[in-house]
């Protein structure tokens, strides 16, 4: 039993076997690196897509649905490396491509190159504003889209310290200019992969060590214990906390780091440990969305998809209750208007969290990486459904 | 080393010269270039057309119109553009020449 990934070329659907999906995205990344600084760079890779796309038709039928991952290699074979047919391109490396497509087994091109390490960079091909967005989609192999829209929702509910965060990579970030710096920006295909493998070799162990449905038990008791004691042991700190700084408590907001303040380093924690299991929510309910399991765990056989929708957002809620609750406490104590500088150094650290969440679930959890590249795929067909009921009113 | 593999440079160098050719003759598509390669010394794959196609598209030699087809997406159908035309006569010419000379050199 192979796992199956859905992917989109040049806007059809089609469905990988895993293995060939990374060997297909490995082609992929490499033909697109290959025809960096190439005006007709986007043209280009949409005919190789659609290419691919016919010979994927071209072997599927009413009965057979999935392309194996044999078929990947046969058809990455058949495509053959691909090579700029810039003037003065004329480099030895592949001047074999005239000669007869290899049969059978093809590996994608590139994946002996040497390994280099990606670097943040602006790039202004196809950029809104400065190119940071793009960059940073490049950097996490996600779709620039998706950067945007997170680069969005966070402006509007940080007070706006998502857009000082923009301007602040604007001004820090280099621009991608020279061929190497875009290379350095893009990293060698074999980076990307050898990341992918690591990972999911990492993932896989983790589970394989609860296979044990007794000893998972345990673990899972043993965590949710902990999880009791320390919210007790929170809420103590937190009232005799409160008790302290109620004498101080009427300083000014500026007044941080006021010793007399000791409620700020809670308010922080308080606001981290939110933020994360709200970003948690956040991304199971993504995952949930894009995949139908939650981080790769199917959901019972027979429940619908709303209903664990529902479950995953009261299991949010019942989570989040303690946390919300010492951190109104904290606040009433503190004397530090909610809208005053909590607020404001609140978001800083909500950003903190997601960027850092985001970035550790796109490199490490397989899952989410996929599930955050199916997103734009997603809203288009959510808008298309939306766009048709409208005409039908 | 092969003959096959000595002469890998110069079927390269060829190789927008007899895509011309084969555009000339017909109003094609991508694939319809690569079925007319493949029986010869000349079989191309996509990875080399495609880039190549670009690339002579932007130096004005060919342009292309979306087609409608039976089966599947709009295709991109290439023709000759004037400076295309003028282009292939100019090689056909050189090549002419070259062949020429190939062939009556040392000869008695």
């Known amino acids: 039993m192979n796992k199956v990934i859905t992917l989109n070329l040049n806007g059809n659907a089609y469905q990988l076997e895993e293995s060939g999906y990374e060997a297909l995205r490995g082609y992929l990344e490499t033909a697109s690196r290959r025809l960096e600084g190439n005006p007709d760079q986007a043209e280009i890779m949409a005919d190789i897509e659609q290419a691919i796309a016919d010979k994927f038709r071209a072997r599927l039928g009413p009965h057979k649905t999935v392309i194996v991952s044999r078929e990947v290699a046969e058809v990455i074979g058949e495509m053959g490396p691909v090579e700029d047919a810039k003037p003065g391109s004329n480099d030895t490396a592949t001047s074999a491509s005239a000669s007869t497509p290899p049969h059978g087994g093809a590996t994608p091109v590139g994946s002996t190159s040497p390994v280099s390490p990606r670097r943040l960079f602006k790039i202004r091909d196809g950029a809104m504003l400065a190119g940071v967005c793009n960059g940073l989609a490049v950097y996490t192999h996600l779709d620039v889209t998706v950067i945007r829209v997170l680069f969005a929702v966070l402006t509007v509910f940080t007070y706006g310290s998502g857009g000082l965060l923009y301007l602040l990579l604007a001004i820090l970030l280099p621009t991608a200019d020279t061929p190497a710096e875009r290379d350095a920006a893009f990293g060698g295909p074999s980076t990307a992969q050898e990341f992918i493998r690591r990972a999911k070799a990492g993932y896989y162990e983790g589970l394989k060590s609860f296979h044990d449905s007794e000893s998972r038990r345990e673990w899972k008791r043993k965590f949710r214990r902990d999880m009791r004691d320390w919210r007790q042991e929170f809420r103590r700190e937190m009232a005799s906390h409160a008790a302290q700084s109620g004498v101080a408590g009427h300083g000014y907001w500026w007044a941080w780091p006021h010793p007399g303040a000791g409620l700020w380093p809670a308010l922080l924690l308080l606001s981290l440990t939110k933020a994360i299991i709200t970003f948690a929510w956040i991304l199971a309910t993504l995952s949930l969305l894009a995949t139908g399991a939650v981080f790769g765990l199917a959901l019972p056989a027979g429940m619908p998809l709303w209903l664990g929708l529902i479950v995953l957002f009261v299991a949010y809620r019942f989570i989040i209750w303690p946390v919300r609750a010492a951190r109104h406490v904290c606040r009433l104590h503190s004397g530090y208007g909610v809208h005053g500088f909590t607020g404001f150094a609140d978001s800083f650290v909500w950003l903190g969290v997601l960027i850092l969440l985001v970035w550790t679930a796109d490199r490490y959890v397989p899952g989410a990486h996929n599930a955050l590249q199916q997103v734009p795929p997603a809203l288009h067909q959510a808008l298309d459904s939306l766009r048709t009921w409208w005409a039908k009113r | ?108």
């Open chain 2, 1 to 108: 080393m092969s003959l096959d593999e000595k002469f890998t440079p110069i079927r390269k160098g060829l190789l927008e010269f007899l895509v011309l050719k084969i555009v000339a003759a017909n109003q094609v598509y991508a694939a319809d270039i690569l079925k007319a390669l493949s029986a010869t010394e000349f079989a191309t794959q996509e990875g080399t057309l495609y880039p190549l196609l670009s690339k002579i598209r932007r130096d004005g030699l060919v342009d292309y119109e979306w087609k409608e087809s039976e089966s599947g997406p709009p295709r991109k159908y290439y023709e000759l553009t004037p400076k295309g035309r003028a282009r292939l006569q100019e090689t056909a010419d050189y090549w002419a020449k070259i062949s020429g000379t190939v062939k009556n050199l040392g000869q008695k």
